[in-house]
T-cell receptor, first 114, second 118 residues
Framework: DVKVTQSSRYLVKRTGEKVFLECVQD?????MFWYRQDPGLGLRLIYF???????EKGDIPEGYSVSREKKERFSLILESASTNQTSMYLC?????????????FGPGTRLTVT | AQTVTQSQPEMSVQEAETVTLSCTYD???????LFWYKQPPSRQMILVIR??????QNATENRFSVNFQKAAKSFSLKISDSQLGDAAMYFC???????????????FGKGTLLTVNP
């Protein structure tokens, strides 16, 4: 089974702190994604990466950056956390092969910024 | 740009009954994938069912089946013999069939919260 893991289930940070959210997948997937999920807004794509060291902005990249130095790991960085970044963050991965086009999700990190 | 609309923010069903969740989408592409994902409370998002647009036959997975109407751009999910464990947020999603860059992205609807009553 594909396994996508995220470094923390719950995280509490203070305004202005630098925050790192880590995601690791074990299926050699080329693509990795970061979403935030808010009630009534569904899932919104922050950034994605379709290869090592490659990254593309999603729909809401402002206030975030990402890093993908290794194929299995995709990090989301909040340079200076703000209260409006309090949310559930979901990581996902997928393959380039058309045989398996779906994304596999991690358990999520619920981030609270106070 | 593609859009996915789930017009039912919440639905409820009695245990053992059948429920249908609606999804419509808009795209100018002719080849694509459609998905239904399930997110139980405080648990991981998992794939329920997948449909390739070039396949005429509707996908089924045990008690879950879809009604895919390509011309109408409609993709509904039917859950038969509903169980308490089916209670979850359900998301409809779209992906281009093509490969490369942004074609790997999923476009999600806002979700339908399904309650199963005993």
């Amino acid at each position: 089974d594909v396994k996508v893991t995220q470094s923390s289930r719950y995280l509490v940070k203070r305004t202005g702190e630098k925050v790192f959210l880590e995601c690791v997948q074990d299926m050699d997937h080329e693509n990795m994604f970061w979403y935030r999920q808010d009630p009534g807004l569904g899932l919104r794509l922050i950034y994605f990466s379709y290869d090592v060291k490659m990254k593309e902005k999603g729909d809401i990249p402002e206030g975030y950056s990402v890093s993908r130095e290794k194929k299995e790991r995709f990090s989301l960085i909040l340079e200076s956390a703000s209260t409006n970044q309090t949310s559930m963050y979901l990581c996902a991965s997928s393959s380039h092969t058309p045989v398996e086009p779906q994304q596999y999700f991690g358990p999520g990190t619920r981030l609270t910024v106070t | 740009a593609q859009t996915v609309t789930q017009s039912q923010p919440e639905m409820s069903v009695q245990e053992a009954e059948t429920v249908t969740l609606s999804c419509t989408y808009d795209t100018s592409e002719s080849d694509y994938y459609l998905f239904w994902y399930k997110q139980p409370p405080s648990r991981q998002m998992i794939l329920v069912i997948r449909q390739e647009a070039y396949k005429q036959q509707n996908a089924t997975e045990n008690r879950f089946s879809v009604n895919f109407q390509k011309a109408a751009k409609s993709f509904s999910l039917k859950i038969s013999d509903s169980q308490l464990g089916d209670a979850a947020m359900y998301f409809c999603a779209y992906r281009s069939l093509h490969s490369g860059g942004s074609n790997y992205k999923l476009t999600f609807g806002k979700g339908t919260l399904l309650t199963v009553n005993p």
